[in-house]
C-alpha cells in the first residue's frame, strides 16, 4: 500500500458489498455497490447501493470501516456512519468527499433482524453441541427408562436413587431437536463461507471412535452396560468443555455478538443455575450427597454451561455493546 503515498492528486477508497441475504417476503435480497471508488483529492463522488429488488421495510445499512492508511480514516474521505434504504426501494445513493490521498476499506452491514443467516453462529459450535445432546440423551434415556440398566445402576448404589429424572430426558430431547433445527437451518441460509474447521472434525471422530469402540467392548461383556452408559455422559461433559470455545473466540475475533442470540444465553444460565440447585437439594432431601457426583455429566453441565454464560454476558453487556464503527490502524511506512 505505499505505493499511494506516491500519488500527489488522487484518493482511492475501496468499498467491499458484505453479500449478505435479507429476510424479505420470503425471498433473497442481495445488496451491491461498486468494488473500487477511486477520487480526486478535494473532490466528491456518489455511491449507489442498489438491491436485488425492492425492500418491504425501511433498511438502515451500516457503513463499517475495516481499514485506513492513516490513522483517523476521516482525514482521508468524509462518509456517513449509516444510509437509509427506503420502503419499496431498490436504491440509495451517499456522498463521499475526499480530503487527501490514502486508502480506506468498507463493508455494509445491516441492522434488519429478520435475516436468514447464520453467519454469526460457530459451525464448530453447532458440531460440538449436536454430538453432545445425542450423547446426552442416550445416557437419561438409557438411566431412565431400560430397566435392566436401573437395577445395574441400583445394585452399585443400593442407598441412592436414580439421578436422572423426567425433566432430564426431556431437556436431552428437547436440545437435540432444537440441535438438528439449527443444524438445517445452517445448510439453508446464508453462512458466510464457514465449514466445520479441520479441529472439531478431528475431536468429533475421536469421541465417536470411542464410543463404538466401547459398544463392541460391551458386547463382549467387558465392561458393564451401565458403564457404557457412563461414557457417553462423559463424551458430553469433554463436549460441553470445549464447545464453548469456538463461539467465544468468535465473538472476540468479530468483536461482536450480533447472530449469537443473547436470549439463549440467559435461559441456559437460568437452567444451568436451577439443575444445579435441584441437585443440591435432591442432595439434602436425601442425606445422601453421592447424587450431586453420582451424575457428574449433569453437574459438569450445569457448572461449565453457567461458566461460559458469564463469558457471553460479559461479551454481550460490557465488551461490545455497540458495534465496532472503525478500527484504527497506524500509518504504514514505506520500506
Given at each position: ?257 450480533k447472530g449469537w442470540s443473547i436470549g439463549n444465553v440467559l ?69
Amino acid at each position: 500500500m505505499g505505493g499511494l503515498y506516491l500519488v500527489k492528486k488522487w484518493f482511492l477508497a475501496e468499498v467491499l458489498a458484505l453479500h449478505m441475504l435479507i429476510n424479505i417476503s420470503e425471498s433473497a435480497l442481495c445488496l451491491n455497490v461498486p468494488d473500487v471508488v477511486t477520487m480526486e483529492q478535494t473532490s466528491s463522488a456518489t455511491v449507489t447501493i442498489s438491491s436485488s429488488s425492492a425492500v418491504n421495510q425501511s433498511t438502515v445499512i451500516q457503513l463499517n470501516v475495516t481499514f485506513s492508511s492513516k490513522n483517523n480514516y476521516s482525514s482521508i474521505i468524509t462518509l456517513p456512519e449509516q444510509v437509509l434504504l427506503p420502503e419499496k426501494a431498490t436504491s440509495v445513493n451517499f456522498t463521499v468527499l475526499a480530503h487527501d490521498v490514502g486508502q480506506v476499506t468498507a463493508h455494509l452491514l445491516s441492522n434488519n433482524t429478520d435475516l436468514n443467516s447464520v453467519v454469526g453462529l460457530n459451525f464448530d459450535y453447532l458440531a460440538f453441541n449436536l454430538t453432545g445432546f445425542i450423547a446426552y440423551s442416550v445416557f437419561n434415556i438409557g438411566l431412565f427408562w431400560i430397566p435392566y440398566i436401573k437395577e445395574e445402576f441400583l445394585q452399585k448404589n443400593p442407598s441412592g436413587i436414580n439421578p436422572v429424572s423426567a425433566n432430564d430426558v426431556f431437556f436431552s430431547l428437547h436440545a437435540l431437536l432444537f440441535c438438528v433445527i439449527y443444524v438445517s437451518q445452517a445448510a439453508l441460509y446464508e453462512r458466510g463461507g464457514q465449514t466445520v474447521s479441520w479441529t472439531a472434525r478431528l475431536l468429533l471422530l475421536i469421541g465417536w471412535t470411542f464410543a463404538l469402540i466401547s459398544l463392541f467392548v460391551a458386547v463382549a461383556q467387558k465392561i458393564t452396560w451401565l458403564e457404557y452408559l457412563y461414557y457417553f455422559s462423559y463424551i458430553k461433559l469433554a463436549v460441553t468443555l470445549i464447545k464453548y470455545v469456538p463461539q467465544a473466540y468468535m465473538n472476540y475475533r468479530r468483536q461482536s455478538t450480533k447472530g449469537w442470540s443473547i436470549g439463549n444465553v440467559l435461559l441456559d444460565f437460568t437452567g444451568g443455575v436451577f439443575s444445579i440447585l435441584q441437585m443440591i437439594i435432591q442432595s439434602y432431601n436425601n442425606d445422601e450427597w453421592k447424587l450431586v457426583f453420582g451424575d457428574p455429566t449433569k453437574f459438569g453441565l450445569g457448572l461449565f454451561s453457567v461458566a461460559f454464560d458469564i463469558v457471553f454476558m460479559t461479551q454481550h453487556y460490557c465488551l461490545y455493546r455497540r458495534p465496532q464503527q472503525y478500527e484504527a490502524i497506524l500509518e504504514q511506512q514505506d520500506d
